[in-house]
Structures are given as structure tokens and as C-alpha cells.
């Protein structure tokens, strides 16, 4: 790997999601780093996320876009694996209600499939694998994880997803109650991107 000197890195998220590029955005604000993403790219071809896990999906459309764009992406795939559903509803967690779903139906799906079922099997975790390629080849995949439990109800306006229903027991608050900077330090998602931060210094040559 070729360390960059003299100026910021160029990282391409491959996401249109605003809510992974704010979280991704701030945590990777002292890595000296310049973001685009697919929202800038309105006519980039769609990657279809077909993988039977979050590593395929992420790496499928990491390697996609590296090559379309020329730059060095960044893409992740994350999902919420409840226990009493067997892990359910993972790597379908964005399009759980339907392909046309959003968050509100997959959260209203949820809670019917769990109506009932007391909150000491209600046990869930959030798991996130970014991958992390270049055009030239390079290839870095990280992954991050963050235990709580399903809420009887939606609560919170912050954060998107599944994040209204997720509970922290150790807070007794919901991810979309916490603030940004709190949600940051607990995700799934910034503790994968604090170990892709290493890398990404690498990069800078730090």
C-alpha cells in the first residue's frame, strides 16, 4: 500500500442512505478525508445486494463501484440479527416489510412478529462489515458489533432504521434516544469504522 502525502484522501461511499453518510461523515472527520458519495453520482448503476451475507454485499459493491468510479470506496452492509427469530430478519434487515419498504414497515413488521414475547428474549444485536477497496486492488474488510434487545414500542427521533426499537439495557434508551455522539461510541457501525480509521491512516502515510 502507497502511503498518500500532501493532502486529504478521496473516499467514496457507496451508500445514498443520509443518515450512513452523516454517522460515517463525522466519525471520519480527523482522519483528513474527503467524502462523495452515490448521492453525488446520480446516474451510477445500481449494485443488486444478492450475497448470503453482509461481507458478500459489502464486498460486491465496494469492488463494483471502485471500478466504476476510480476511486477508493467504501461500502457496508449491516443488519439487525434478532434472537427469538433465529437471526431474522439480517441480511434482508432494509427490505424486511417488502422491496418497497421503509423504515416505518419494517419496524411495524417487526414488532407483529414479536407482539407477545417478554423483553428476556427479546435479544438482538446490530452487525455492520464495511469493505474497504481500491481500484489498484487493495482490499480491507472490518466489521463491528452492538448487543441490546427489541423494545416493546418505537421510541426517539434521532438516528433511522431499526434504531427507534433497539435498546441499550445498560442506558434503558433506545439507539434513536441517544445522542449522536453517544450512538457513535456504541454502534456497530463506529466501531468499525474506528478500526477502518487504521487503515485509512495507513493510507495518509500517518
Not at 471520519?28 to 478525508?33: A, G, S
Not at 480491507?140 to 434487545?149: A, D, F, I, L, W
Not at 421510541?155 to 431499526?162: L, M, Q, T, V
Not at 445522542?179 to 466501531?191: D, E, F, I, V, Y
Amino acid at each position: 500500500m502507497e502511503p498518500l502525502r500532501g493532502g486529504s484522501l478521496e473516499l467514496f461511499l457507496a451508500t445514498r442512505n443520509e443518515g450512513k453518510i452523516r454517522e460515517i461523515g463525522e466519525l471520519l472527520k480527523e482522519c483528513e478525508t474527503s467524502l462523495t458519495s452515490l448521492r453525488d453520482y446520480p446516474d451510477a448503476p445500481k449494485v443488486v445486494e444478492d450475497g448470503q451475507s453482509y461481507r458478500d454485499n459489502a464486498l460486491k459493491k465496494a469492488r463494483f463501484l471502485a471500478k466504476w468510479t476510480g476511486k477508493l470506496t467504501l461500502a457496508d452492509d449491516s443488519g439487525l440479527e434478532v434472537d427469538y427469530l433465529k437471526g431474522k430478519p439480517g441480511v434482508l434487515s432494509a427490505r424486511y416489510a417488502g422491496s418497497g419498504a421503509d423504515d416505518r414497515g419494517n419496524n411495524r413488521k417487526l414488532l407483529r412478529e414479536l407482539k407477545g414475547v417478554p423483553p428476556e428474549k427479546r435479544g438482538a444485536v446490530f452487525r455492520c462489515v464495511m469493505a474497504l477497496v481500491a481500484p489498484w486492488g487493495d482490499v480491507e474488510v472490518v466489521e463491528g458489533e452492538c448487543r441490546g434487545q427489541i423494545g416493546l414500542e418505537e421510541k426517539g427521533e434521532r438516528g433511522f432504521g431499526y434504531d427507534p426499537l433497539f435498546v441499550i439495557p445498560r442506558f434503558g434508551k433506545t439507539v434513536a434516544e441517544l445522542t449522536p455522539a453517544a450512538k457513535n461510541r456504541l454502534s456497530h457501525r463506529g466501531k468499525a469504522l474506528r478500526k477502518l480509521k487504521k487503515v485509512l491512516k495507513r493510507y495518509l502515510g500517518a
